[in-house]
């Protein structure tokens, strides 16, 4: 996946949700709809496959979804 512009995003407290950041981007509606997002849509963090909607994202974070490429704040 070809990648090239950099989104910031700003972590209110010492960390988000995966769940809570696809809700917050508009990715998706609510976070129920994470757990069936996740089953069908590539997410990388750092690199490495993420399917779980609760795993937590601090600061100098790096997410891929979307066609889109996050770096948290």
Not at 56 to 69: H, L, M, N, S, T
């Amino acid at each position: 996946m070809k990648v090239d512009i950099i989104k910031e995003f700003k972590v209110k407290g010492e960390y988000v949700t995966l769940s809570q950041f696809l809700k917050e981007e508009s990715i998706i509606s609510s976070g129920g709809q994470a757990k069936w997002y996740l089953q069908e849509n590539p997410v990388i963090l750092n690199g490495i496959k993420e399917n779980r909607r609760g795993k937590k994202i601090r600061p100098g974070d790096q997410i891929e979804v979307a066609q889109e490429r996050y770096e948290f704040r």
